[in-house]
Each structure stands twice: as structure tokens, then as C-alpha cells.
């Protein structure tokens, strides 16, 4: 099965949890289990959380969010147009967080490649960041 989504949204923290009810509805012909639902659920909400509160910080912009199903491997861009990320390899690290005012945990990164099969960060200053996350969905259960 093939198919393909878009949905773009303004950056207000309540669209987090907007995001996670999309992605679950595009992401259920391929029957994942429970386990793998969350593991995408929760990757996609820290993928977003991080284009609301690190790429646009305190302003409004929009968050771009873009899925592709291939057979049973699932595809997902989030994307901003804010501030990027000036070092990739110290974003990634686990505690490492831009915004300690807000007491972030600095585990986002950390959490999308643990509950993904694979996660790249293409990000410039001043310019904003995709993040690409895939999951192969078990569909010989």
C-alpha cells in the first residue's frame, strides 16, 4: 500500500496533541500494535514540541507535518521555518536542551531515535528544521 499525507498547522502548544490523533488515524491501515502506535505517537508529539518551543520560541509560525506509507515502512516529516539548530551533534545529545528556562528535559532527540527505526536532522541557522523519523510497522503479526 502506498499513500501519502500533508498538514500544515500554526505553532501553538495545543496542536501537539493534534498532531499524535493524525498521524494515528494515517498510520492505521498498516495495523500496528499498540506498542508500535505509542512509539510513533510519542516521537511525532516530541518532533513537534521541538518545532513549537525551540523553532519558533516565542513566536507564532507554522509547522509542517508530511507522511508516506511504502508497503510497511512509514515515513514522517516535521518541519519549521524558525530558528534551525547550530550544532546537530549537541542537540542530539541526551540532557542537552537550548531553552533550560523552560525546564526541558533535553531528551526529544534522544526519545524519536529510540522509538524509530531511524531519525535524520537536516537543520540551518536561521532557516529552521526537518526532521525525518521512519518506522517499519510489523505487518506479519
Known sequence: MKNK?????????QN???SRMVISAFVTPLDPTIE???????AVSEAVTNAIIHGYENDIGTVYMDGEIDDDKLTIFIKDEGK???DINMARQPLFTSRPDLDRSGMGFTIMETFMDSLEIISTPDNGTTVVMTKIINTKK
Request: net charge negative; glycine share 4%.
Open 16 to 18: 501537539e496533541s493534534f
Open 84 to 86: 534551525g539548530i547550530e
Open 5 to 13: 499525507m500533508h498538514l500544515e498547522f500554526p505553532s501553538y502548544s
Open 36 to 42: 508500535e502506535l505509542s512509539d510513533i505517537k510519542t
